[in-house]
């Protein structure tokens, strides 16, 4: 009974150990992907470097150099790490911009510097330091992308170490968390580096011939705390350390939007629209305003921090967080989606704050400015992380009359796109309602006959959103000078139209379809991209009227036009007159914009009459001869005034 109780409670034990085993391991792969979530979370994702170079002047000189393996990126961070033989003996004297973090020496034995340039401009080639007695000398150049690009430098230490065990210092607690420390120890004498601590990472390794080794160390950080890296050497030497720690650069969020009714202040009019929802104008041509958030991340915004501006692009698809399919391009006071000037406020002046301006969350919003114009910056107050910047940008449909859709986005001022778009306005413009002329009222009463063509418009803005319906448009022609016109055209931008001939009927070999890839008879016109033409010639005139009318599934806004082209030997000289007919287009299925009104009437008048030319009014001038006898070789100049 013992042995059975005692193999009993040896079962159970191996139970629960196996199943402690089992969960605890299970914790800990909790445990890792939690870790490794938050880690992800934290990364200072903006952050890299770009490119490192080495260099060392041999045996000794006066300069060291080393060369840029390509181009720097204007506005990144660059970093440089000298060691020098010599320190307190020798000055180091840097190529322009170059500002000094941190020194150390070891009396007169070893330097070691860091420099940097915060949004640098662009460098390429040779840089060459100079130092002021000819000593042995390594460098390392180092360039890297998001960061500040002001007050980038937070914290410095330094070290002085003789031992296996070198050390660069530790620094003071990093005001924020994702930052970039670098380090650099120099040696005198020629030794190797290994086993650096507290997660650095070893860039690069140099020696001269015989005097200085130096190592260039770097750690991407995402928590606060000191700074410190140590690193075991091959042989024992004196030591020189510094370290640096330089800041991140913030990140953006397009975070929020709102669509607003104009009102002339920096308030804005009623919400055309709920919180980050698209929107739709009333009429063509209306003023509107757009409020939009920045969320602010990894470092604090300093006041006028950064530059942004405002682009649009008209939609393709959806206004989609990844831009597929659209091409952006500025907002100007030209552009059809344009900044609009109001009376009273200026571009730049502070906003007012509304009600009904979008949020973000529980974020703290700081209020920017009213913008009439690009670039815009947060020249109101900086922007701490975590919370957003609200900017007011006073806008206007300027793209005529078709009702269109169109995106907005908020990118820096080099054209650069922000880190993250969680939203993207979207709005859409109106259609004006009723038939318009566009084109100049032509009379040609007085044209010399034979005139080749002449061209009258008559626009009419129409639209089926489901592009579902057919549509007709009729275009009404008169009848008495028929026989002097070759060809009524109408064109049309537009496709997949179906077109007929006279009075509603088709006259196959009478009737053309310009432009038309139809086959049968041009029964069915699959236009080509742009304009193309329904063409009726003077053989209709047996017919009557000869109305024109095209009939179309319109997904968009279409614009018609009238042009005449007038026969070789025109005698009839009453008027041709077109129009569009308002009725026909009202009671076509599933219009949403239907014109009010008839459009204006072109009319073509053709002058058969010649112009009469008297004696009087032909003159010569400049005639020149011997004896008023006219020979080959004078000059006359004959005038006739009309």
């Known amino acids: 009974m013992k042995k059975f109780n005692a193999r009993i409670r040896d079962r159970l034990y191996k139970f629960e150990r196996h199943h402690a085993l089992g969960l605890l391991f299970i914790f800990v792969i909790v445990f890792m992907i939690f870790s490794y979530s938050f880690n992800q979370h934290n990364a200072f994702a903006a952050g890299a470097r770009v490119q490192t170079i080495t260099g060392n002047n041999g045996a000794g000189g006066t300069t060291v150099s080393a060369t840029w393996p390509s181009a720097t990126t204007t506005d990144n961070l660059l970093v440089a790490i000298v060691a020098v033989d010599g320190g307190t003996?020798?000055?180091i004297s840097p190529p322009a911009s170059w500002i000094l973090a941190v020194s150390a020496d070891n009396g007169g034995r070893t330097k070691s510097s860091i420099y940097y340039i915060e949004n640098a401009a662009s460098e390429s080639g040779v840089s060459s330091w100079g130092l002021s007695a000819s000593k042995e000398?390594?460098?390392?150049?180092?360039?890297?992308?998001?960061?500040?690009?002001?007050?980038?430098?937070?914290?410095?230490?330094?070290?002085?170490?003789?031992?296996?065990?070198?050390?660069s210092g530790t620094t003071s607690t990093t005001a924020q968390a994702d930052s970039l420390a670098v380090a650099g120890i120099a040696i005198q004498g020629i030794v190797t580096y290994s086993a650096e601590t507290n997660s650095f990472t070893e860039v690069s390794e140099v020696q001269s011939s015989t005097i200085v080794s130096s190592a260039f160390y770097e750690k991407i950080?995402?928590?606060?705390?000191?700074?410190?890296?140590?690193?075991?050497?091959?042989?024992?030497?004196?030591?020189?350390?510094?370290?640096?720690?330089f800041k991140a650069a913030?990140?953006?969020?397009?975070?929020?939007?709102?669509?607003?009714?104009?009102?002339?202040?920096?308030?804005?009019?009623?919400?055309?629209?709920?919180?980050?929802?698209?929107?739709?104008?009333?009429?063509?041509?209306?003023?509107f305003r757009l409020r939009s958030l920045l969320h602010i991340g990894v470092a604090n915004l300093a006041s006028s921090g950064e530059n942004f501006k405002l682009q649009f692009s008209e939609r393709s698809g959806t206004c989609d967080t990844g831009f597929s399919g659209e091409t952006y391009t500025d907002v100007t006071a030209g552009t059809a989606i344009a900044y609009n000037n109001n009376t009273t406020p200026s571009d730049g002046d502070n906003l007012t704050s509304n009600a009904n301006d979008p949020t973000h969350g529980g974020d703290t919003i700081t209020n920017?400015?009213?913008?009439?114009?690009?670039?815009?910056?947060?020249?109101?107050?900086?922007?701490?992380?975590?919370?957003?910047?609200?900017?007011?940008?006073?806008?206007?449909?300027?793209?005529?009359?078709?009702?269109?859709?169109?995106?907005?986005?908020?990118?820096?001022?080099?054209?650069?796109?922000?880190?993250?778009?969680?939203?993207?306005?979207?709005?859409?413009?109106?259609?004006?309602?009723?038939?318009?002329?566009?084109?100049?009222?032509?009379?040609?009463s007085t044209t010399v006959a034979r005139a080749d063509a002449v061209v009258e418009m008559l626009s009419v803005t129409v639209q089926d959103a489901d592009a579902g319906n057919l549509e007709s448009i009729v275009v009404d022609t008169g009848s008495s000078a028929e026989g002097d016109v070759d060809q009524v055209r109408l064109y049309l931008d537009g496709t997949n139209c179906n077109a007929t001939g006279a009075n509603g009927t088709f006259e196959s070999g009478s009737d053309t379809l310009l432009g038309s890839t139809g086959t049968t008879g041009g029964e069915t016109a699959a236009f080509l991209s742009g304009t193309a033409t329904f063409d009726k010639d003077n053989t209709d005139e047996s017919t009557g009227l000869g109305d024109i009318s095209t009939v179309c599934s319109l997904t968009t806004s279409l614009t018609y036009f009238i042009v005449y082209e007038l026969s070789s030997s025109p005698t009839d000289?009453?008027?041709?007159?077109?129009?569009?007919?308002?009725?026909q287009i009202a009671s076509s299925g599933g219009i949403e914009f239907a014109p009010s009104s008839d459009s204006s009437t072109a009319s073509v008048t053709i002058d058969t009459t010649p112009p009469t030319v008297t004696t009087a009014n032909i003159s010569v001038t400049g005639a020149t001869g011997t004896s008023g006898a006219f020979k080959n070789g004078d000059t006359a100049v004959p005038t006739w005034n009309n």
């Open 89 to 91: 003996n020798v000055t």
């Open 250 to 287: 913030s990140t953006f969020e397009q975070s929020a939007y709102r669509f607003f009714n104009n009102a002339d202040s920096t308030d804005v009019g009623s919400a055309l629209a709920s919180q980050d929802t698209a929107a739709t104008l009333s009429s063509d041509g209306d003023a």
């Open 137 to 167: 000398a390594t460098i390392t150049l180092a360039e890297y992308s998001g960061m500040a690009t002001s007050s980038a430098l937070d914290v410095t230490a330094s070290a002085i170490a003789n031992s296996l065990t070198v050390d």
């Open 573 to 583: 000289t009453n008027a041709v007159t077109a129009q569009i007919d308002a009725s």
């Open 368 to 444: 920017q400015d009213y913008e009439e114009l690009n670039n815009f910056t947060n020249s109101v107050s900086a922007i701490n992380v975590g919370q957003d910047g609200k900017w007011d940008f006073s806008l206007i449909d300027n793209d005529g009359t078709s009702p269109v859709t169109y995106c907005l986005r908020i990118v820096k001022s080099d054209n650069s796109v922000l880190d993250t778009y969680s939203v993207i306005p979207e709005i859409t413009t109106a259609a004006d309602s009723t038939l318009f002329d566009t084109g100049t009222v032509i009379d040609v």
């Open 221 to 245: 950080l995402s928590t606060t705390g000191t700074q410190q890296v140590q690193a075991t050497i091959s042989v024992k030497q004196r030591s020189v350390g510094v370290i640096a720690v």
